[in-house]
């Protein structure tokens, strides 16, 4: 049986640890609400531009030769792992390392056994785990979280639009989580390029006559790329916000399952306590009980 100094021990120790998580918890309240509006503010604006690249799917598509959506032969593909730079975040991390792993043994067994399956990590813990497991990292971007904004994210973007126009890649995924709520996060497979566009919205909110100026051909040109760049910084920022989401939820679950834990050792000390107490006078009792003996 633990001593009560061993106890007290436990507790000063746990106190320690509850004040920690609590502190850690309001850091990422107070990250996460401000991430939060960055993103609110965003999706409209995503939104629209996906909205109009689906007005103008059926000119896309009668181009053969639009670089953006051609479909290839897939000789070279690229993961695009989106995780975090810190841990204690709960399952964020590995939920997205899982599905990154499974996506790459299952859906492009052939290419990775041929050495033909590269990996572009944002964020430490991604970068850790798939350098220790000897997965091919061409590049990784650990720094784009310091300083979270769109025109440190565009030059990478770009240069990935880059890469698959070059032909360097013929298919271009992104992983990351996309935020719902502080206590949810969606796990993404997201299709980069070539570009998929999904008419859902279209069909529900009926075709609408856009005017284009000057020529629909100009504004293909130009909005498609602008487009692809938005879609890459939102699936960061996405997974910026949820990392503070998932980081304040386990820091909450960890500072009530130390509040927990200080009553339950409380209550062992206080019956120890009482037992010793107890135990003394029962003593104290049996040594008089032997002088009047």
């Given at each position: 049986?633990e001593?009560?100094?061993?106890?007290?021990?436990?507790?000063?120790?746990?106190?320690?640890?509850?004040?920690?998580?609590?502190?850690?918890?309001?850091?990422?309240?107070?990250?996460?609400?401000?991430?939060?509006?960055?993103?609110?503010?965003?999706r409209?604006?995503?939104?629209?531009?996906?909205e109009?690249?689906?007005?103008?799917?059926?000119?896309?598509?009668?181009n053969?030769?639009?670089?953006?959506?051609?479909?290839?032969?897939?000789?070279?593909?690229?993961?695009?792992?989106?995780?975090?730079?810190?841990?204690?975040?709960?399952?964020?991390n590995?939920?997205?390392?899982?599905?990154?792993?499974?996506?790459?043994?299952?859906?492009?067994?052939?290419?990775?056994?041929?050495?033909?399956?590269?990996?572009l990590?944002?964020?430490?813990?991604?970068?850790?785990?798939?350098?220790?497991?000897?997965?091919?990292i061409?590049?990784?971007?650990?720094?784009?979280?310091?300083?979270?904004?769109?025109?440190?994210?565009?030059?990478?973007?770009?240069?990935?639009i880059?890469?698959?126009?070059?032909?360097k890649?013929?298919?271009?995924?992104?992983?990351?989580n996309?935020?719902?709520?502080?206590?949810?996060?969606?796990?993404?497979?997201?299709?980069?390029?070539?570009?998929?566009?999904?008419?859902?919205?279209?069909?529900?909110?009926?075709?609408?006559?856009?005017?284009?100026?000057?020529?629909?051909?100009?504004?293909?040109?130009?909005?498609?790329?602008?487009?692809?760049?938005?879609?890459?910084?939102?699936?960061i920022?996405?997974?910026?916000?949820?990392?503070?989401?998932?980081?304040?939820?386990?820091?909450?679950?960890?500072?009530?399952n130390?509040t927990?834990?200080?009553?339950?050792?409380?209550?062992h000390?206080?019956?120890?306590?009482?037992?010793?107490?107890?135990?003394?006078?029962?003593?104290?009792?049996?040594?008089?009980?032997?002088?009047r003996?």
């Open positions: 049986m001593s009560l100094k061993e106890i007290r021990t436990r507790i000063a120790s746990v106190r320690s640890t509850r004040k920690i998580t609590s502190a850690m918890k309001m850091v990422a309240a107070s990250k996460l609400r401000k991430a939060q509006d960055r993103i609110i503010q965003l409209p604006y995503a939104n629209k531009l996906h109009v690249l689906a007005s103008l799917n059926e000119d896309i598509q009668e053969e030769e639009n670089i953006f959506t051609s479909e290839r032969e897939l000789e070279k593909v690229l993961i695009v792992v989106v995780t975090s730079n810190r841990g204690l975040c709960g399952p964020f590995a939920n997205v390392i899982r599905q990154s792993l499974e996506l790459a043994h299952e859906t492009y067994t052939d290419l990775l056994q041929k050495g033909n399956l590269q990996f990590t944002i964020g430490k813990k991604g970068t850790e785990l798939l350098k220790s497991r000897k997965y091919q061409v590049a990784s971007y650990n720094e784009l979280f310091d300083d979270l904004s769109f025109d440190k994210v565009a030059p990478l973007a770009e240069q990935t880059n890469d698959f126009l070059n032909a890649y013929d298919k271009i995924e992104l992983v990351y996309q935020f719902k709520n502080a206590a949810v996060q969606i796990l993404t497979v997201e299709q980069f390029l070539p570009i998929e566009i999904d008419l859902t919205h279209d069909k529900e909110t009926g075709n609408l006559d856009y005017i284009f100026e000057p020529d629909k051909d100009h504004i293909i040109k130009k909005i498609i790329p602008r487009a692809l760049k938005i879609q890459f910084y939102k699936a920022l996405d997974s910026y916000v949820s990392e503070q989401g998932a980081r304040m939820t386990a820091m909450h679950q960890a500072t009530d130390a927990e834990l200080i009553r339950e050792l409380t209550l000390y206080n019956k120890a306590r009482q037992a010793a107490i107890t135990k003394e006078i029962l003593e104290i009792v049996g040594g008089a009980e032997a002088l003996g």
